[in-house]
């Protein structure tokens, strides 16, 4: 190392794996300092261990590590700054997205006078009942908040699974030795009541990959709202975008307002509402995530209309993969939504035999349908 | 590299495990910063070997707690002995104890039984090598509990109080990444993933792992192996199906890699059906022929 103050160098070299999207806090800088210490700094592979040790590097970010530590240990400048947007961040791609945010002012109207008339003349019919039953194409920006209040009532729902961890109850269960021998104390060893303990309710864990290309575009604002929903209650849930590559987008969602998750999204997803490769974006998924994310208790759900573009034969590989590890494979084809639609879309039939359900989500109600399939 | 870190990998040697340079860095900077390892990598690849290995090359015990869905306070920290406190309970009523007496007695340290966590602790000769294998494999809740434990050193037991470690062991936590371990407990950890091994160094574990195998059949295996990873497969092998494949071909007296011998003994190495059905003849006659040095220039 040939600069004398190693700790505003290792302090950039963070900054820039933070930058690339490595979680590296400033805890993980004080362990890379103590490690520095313990080994020969001037050993250029013994540093790039210590520090992919004391950093926590997962396997997946070693490549981009690498090449930042290539510039550390040149002691060069990191060529991305704060104001500078990181590398697989492209401008202007939020465009489409800013269209599909802030809706048609035309589609709000509409909307306005439609909603007003079934108030007047149809009693008993709630405005709620109206959007749950709207297509999501016709949706306009301000039913976007109106549909977060229903769904934030709706998606507890999902809570329903019994883990196999026993929690104290008050009602039937397993007798909880330790906890009834305490209370019998008090009465002299005598076992009056009993304690007990039954099955935990379980969070469900839940893998989305949304479809972003340009013939989902009105309905990915819409069921990004869901997801985020979802997220909520099932803290653990992973989301993906694809569209021509996959983005793992779990990083970037927060419990904030969906209007604003959304903005910084389609600043971070390469080519949001472009053309789709689903078969080169499952594969990816296998070969990146599949081991880490998939096992008996995950449903899977995928967003797409299936209308793709790639090789067929990569999907079907993909798709059986996925079926294999995961608990269930769940389909949402806005398309389902028209009842002339058969699933023909060549894409679509490759990926049908690994399916558990192909189900609609063109409007909410057909969301609301989903959520005993997620939860069960 | 540093003398010491050398020594490490040294004396990981001696005691069986053929360290690269990264486990013996990760290892010795576990040491001596005083930190949980945490060792991630896919199945077979000697994770939980390293904890072993530790234990014997520092002359202590290994406590090792395997962890699995529903794992919680009872089977990994202490539990009561309940039939002999309800005895103790009897007896005491008989010699016509008080209640509170009776509280105080049966709540002793005798009555208690240490399960891994509390006796990783409490071992008082020294520190010990405490292996939280499989840590993906239990729920949230516990890895929350783990996290305390491992950043204190103490547990609190209600009736006894707080128990502060005597010696603060050695942490090792071993994932399969079935699930991806909390944010937090990885910071509290130091971080090694384990690759597959090169081939010199699969062949130098063979060789040490299995005292009867010829070089010329470790090496035929080590490249078969090799090869077959570098495949599309649903589970590939780790080093462990190495080192029972080439037990169950010295055992069936194969000096080589042939065909026939290979596919009665694939259930040593591949373990999932769709791989086996996936491999046809012509691609398990091309991998041996590929595994045999005669076609190969010796590396």
Not at chain 1, 168 to 177: I, K, M, S
Not at chain 2, 59 to 68: A, D, N, V
Not at chain 2, 142 to 168: K, M, Y
Request: proline share 5%.
């Amino acid at each position: 190392m040939t600069q004398p103050d190693p700790i505003v160098r290792l302090a950039r070299f963070a900054r820039a794996l933070r930058e690339r999207g490595m979680r590296v806090t400033v805890n993980d800088e004080l362990d890379g300092m103590l490690a520095l210490e313990l080994v020969d700094t001037t050993d250029r592979s013994e540093v790039h261990l210590a520090l992919r040790t004391a950093l926590k590097i997962q396997r997946r970010d070693w490549e981009t590590f690498d090449e930042l530590f290539g510039h550390f240990w040149a002691g060069e400048e990191f060529a991305s700054s704060a104001r500078e947007p990181p590398k697989h961040r492209i401008p202007g791609a939020s465009a489409p997205l800013r269209k599909l945010l802030h809706g048609s002012e035309e589609t709000l109207s509409d909307r306005k006078s439609v909603a007003g008339g079934a108030e007047g003349s149809l009693p008993g019919y709630s405005p709620e009942v109206l959007l749950r039953r709207k297509p999501f194409d016709e949706c306009a920006a301000s039913d976007l908040s109106a549909m977060e209040k229903l769904l934030h009532r709706l998606v507890p729902k999902l809570a329903a699974r019994h883990s196999r961890r026993l929690v104290p109850t008050r009602g039937r269960g397993v007798v909880d030795l330790r906890r009834s021998f305490r209370r019998a104390i008090g009465t002299s060893g005598e076992f009056l009541t009993l304690a007990r303990r039954a099955r935990a309710l379980e969070e469900p864990r839940l893998v989305l990959i949304c479809d972003t290309s340009g013939s989902m575009e009105a309905h990915t604002r819409f069921l990004l709202a869901f997801v985020l929903a979802l997220k909520r209650v099932a803290r653990r849930t992973e989301i993906f975008a694809f569209n021509t590559a996959l983005t793992r987008l779990t990083p970037w969602l927060s419990s904030e307002k969906i209007a604003a998750t959304l903005e910084r999204l389609a600043a971070n997803v390469p080519d949001w509402s472009g053309g789709t490769r689903i078969g080169e974006s499952l594969s990816e998924f296998v070969a990146g995530y599949q081991a880490q994310l998939l096992n008996a208790k995950t449903t899977v759900v995928i967003f797409s209309d299936g209308l793709d573009r790639g090789d067929t034969a990569l999907l079907s590989s993909a798709m059986r993969a996925i079926q294999s590890r995961a608990r269930k494979v769940i389909w949402l084809n806005p398309l389902l939504g028209d009842p002339r639609y058969r699933p023909t879309a060549r894409g679509m039939e490759a990926a049908l035999p690994y399916l558990d359900h192909l189900a609609p989500a063109h409007n909410l109600e057909s969301l609301e349908k989903l959520i005993p399939l997620l939860a069960a | 590299m540093r003398p010491e870190i050398r020594s490490v990998q040294d004396a990981m040697e001696r005691h069986g495990y053929i360290a690269e340079p990264a486990i013996a860095t990760a290892v010795f900077l576990a040491q001596e910063m005083r930190k949980p390892l945490l060792i991630e990598g896919d199945a077979g690849v000697g994770k939980t070997e390293v904890a072993k290995v530790l234990a014997r090359l520092m002359g202590t015990e290994l406590i090792r707690l395997q962890c699995y869905e529903g794992l919680d306070v009872n089977t990994s920290l202490y539990e009561w002995n309940y039939p002999r406190q309800m005895l103790r309970v009897r007896i005491a009523e008989q010699e016509g104890r008080d209640p509170s007496q009776i509280e105080e007695m049966i709540f002793g340290r005798s009555y208690l039984l240490e399960r891994p966590l509390l006796r990783a602790i409490t071992r008082r000769e020294g520190p010990p090598v405490l292996l939280v294998d499989e840590v993906d494999r239990s729920d949230q809740g516990f890895e929350a509990f783990l996290l305390e434990v491992l950043s204190d050193f103490q547990v609190t037991i209600p009736e006894l109080g707080t128990i502060r470690a005597e010696h603060v062991p050695y942490v090792v936590l071993t994932s399969n990444r079935s699930r991806e371990i909390g944010d937090a407990l990885r910071r509290r950890c130091l971080y090694l993933f384990i690759e597959h091994p090169s081939l010199e160094k699969e062949v130098r574990i063979l060789r040490s792992r299995v005292p009867g195998v010829s070089g010329q059949l470790a090496d035929e295996v080590g490249r078969f192996m090799q090869a077959l990873r570098g495949r599309r497969l649903l589970k590939s092998p780790g080093v462990a199906e190495s080192i029972d494949w080439v037990d169950a071909l010295i055992r069936l007296r194969q000096e080589h890699l042939d065909v026939e011998a290979v596919q009665q003994t694939l259930g040593c190495i591949l373990k999932d059906q769709n791989d086996i059905r996936n491999l046809t003849a012509d691609e398990l006659s091309s991998l041996v022929q590929d595994s045999r040095p005669a076609d190969l220039p010796t590396p």
